[in-house]
């Protein structure tokens, strides 16, 4: 079993539609958890970055975290054609030592 | 502020070669991480260096290396390519790496491709 595991899709939604990316994982010494947007030919950028449980809104995202379940999702609101990408969850640990442990990431493509 | 930079952009080897891969942080930031992106495994973390010494190092054979200068420039070395070694290898900077709330910032990375 993977640490981080992330369904790699295709998730296909028509445009404005609500997204919703999950990611669940398996050590409970993840402390910090991130989520990625990485374009075709890039490399990925930095959307959302939570410590805590609950949830953190930043204009149309929401990313929310459950340590109790060890689950993690990212929230997309008013979903763009220019939201088309791959969306990988990432976690440390509160040492840090060992880098970034990254889901294998979700393709998602939102229909005009 | 220039964001980081990778070089080459692609690459193309055969199985045996040596390469190296080069990446410039941000400026101001004094860590830099390696890591590798394939289909199969995802984006796994190789190592990382801050004021020249590598600080972490993930489950990676020793066939890949890496320095940093003082400059805070750094490369990257596989010997013996194999032709699993083809990859998406980037680069992430940050200002310390020391702190666990530290944001990283990749460049786009180098293709390697391994024929």
């Known amino acids: 079993q993977k640490e981080v595991e992330q369904d790699p899709g295709p998730l296909s939604v028509p445009e404005g539609a609500i997204v919703s990316l999950n990611c669940t994982y398996s050590?409970?010494?993840?402390?910090?958890f991130m989520w990625y947007r990485q374009y075709s030919r890039k490399g990925p950028e930095l959307l959302m970055y939570?410590?805590?449980?609950g949830n953190k809104e930043d204009g149309r995202f929401t990313a929310q975290v459950d340590k109790s379940s060890k689950y993690i999702s990212l929230f997309i609101r008013d979903s763009q054609p220019s939201d088309s990408a791959t969306y990988l969850c990432?976690?440390?640990?509160?040492?840090?030592?060992?880098?970034?442990?990254f889901g294998k990431g979700t393709h998602l493509i939102i229909q005009p | 502020k220039a964001g980081v930079t990778q070089t080459p952009r692609y690459l193309i080897k055969t199985r045996g070669q040596q390469v190296t891969l080069s990446c410039s942080p941000i400026?101001?930031?004094?860590?830099v991480s390696w890591y590798q992106q394939t289909p199969g495994q995802g984006l796994q973390f190789l190592f990382e260096?801050?004021?020249?010494?590598?600080?972490n190092k993930g489950n990676f054979p020793g066939r890949f290396s890496g320095r940093q200068f003082s400059n805070s420039r750094s490369e990257m070395n596989v010997s013996t390519l194999e032709l699993g070694d083809s990859a998406l290898y980037l680069c992430?900077?940050?200002?310390?790496?020391?702190?666990?709330?530290?944001?990283?910032?990749f460049g786009s990375g180098t293709q390697l491709s391994v024929l």
């Open positions: 992430a900077s940050s200002w310390t790496g020391g702190a666990t709330n530290e944001k990283l910032f």
């Open positions: 050590n409970s010494a993840f402390q910090y």
């Open positions: 939570t410590y805590s449980s």
């Open positions: 990432a976690m440390r640990t509160g040492g840090g030592a060992d880098g970034l442990t």
């Open positions: 400026s101001g930031h004094r860590s």
């Open positions: 260096y801050f004021s020249e010494t590598q600080r």
